[in-house]
């Protein structure tokens, strides 16, 4: 069978492989024509779909193998062939719905599989993603204020130290190891700002930058 565009369009290799030259252009303009189709269906091409599809294979196979025909017709009656296929349906339906969690569950899974599945067909809505991700307005508020308060508390309390500098209780506690801690919690605080960058407000390369400043500001501080 073809499977790539090269295939279709020289028929004197499939003629020199011994195939009929009209027989052979027939049937190449006809897998042409079935790709140009609106309603040509693909195979499934996502993670686990070798998996996906063996489940229905075995779960179908199984319910054949259960439903006997022979010269008098089924020997199960018409609601048992009923029953018989809406519990393999249910049954393809679990072990489907139990392999994807399992995929999405994995430490190293970036998309949920139904996402990955929708994406390759051009369906994915991705303003379900943003509802479910976007950061809501409050929460940048709450998140520029604190880190206001973060960042001018660390400045005063340099401030301070270095005021009060000459004074023996600061002496005593080290004025060096003073700064050290209100630049670290200066540095801590700026943490937050990368925070608020989101996919939807920034765009995805701007919030990929922001995700790596993240761990090297907090640890950093």
């Known amino acids: 069978d073809p499977f790539r565009n090269s295939h279709l369009n020289d028929v004197s290799k499939w003629v020199d492989k011994g195939y009929n030259e009209p027989g052979a252009q027939s049937y190449l303009d006809t897998v042409e024509k079935t790709f ?6 693909v195979d499934i091409r996502f993670p686990t779909s070798r998996k996906i599809r063996k489940i229905m294979d075995n779960e179908i196979y ?24 809406q519990n393999t349906t249910e049954s393809i339906k679990e072990r489907w719905e139990r392999e994807i969690e399992l995929y999405d569950n994995r430490l190293n899974t970036a ?3 139904k996402q ?14 943003k509802k ?5 307005k409050s929460h940048h508020i709450a998140g520029g204020v604190m880190a206001a308060i973060i960042l ?26 003073l700064y050290i801690i209100c630049v670290g919690t200066f540095i801590m605080g700026i943490t937050i700002i990368p ?19 993240v761990s090297w500001l907090f640890f950093l501080g």
């Open 62 to 85: 199984d319910h054949l193998e259960k439903v006997v025909w022979d010269d008098k017709g089924s020997s199960f009656s018409k609601e048992e062939r009923e029953t018989l296929r």
């Open 116 to 129: 990955q599945y929708q994406t390759d067909l051009g369906i994915y809505d991705y303003n379900v993603q």
């Open 111 to 113: 998309i949920p599989l």
């Open 152 to 177: 001018s508390t660390s400045m005063v309390f340099a401030a301070w130290v270095f005021l009060y500098r000459e004074n023996r209780a600061v002496k005593l506690s080290q004025p060096f190891f």
């Open 132 to 136: 479910h991700h976007e950061l809501k």
């Open 36 to 41: 140009e189709s609106e309603n040509i269906v």
């Open 195 to 213: 925070l608020s960058i989101d996919d939807f407000g920034r765009g995805k390369e701007m919030a990929s930058e922001a995700c790596t400043c």
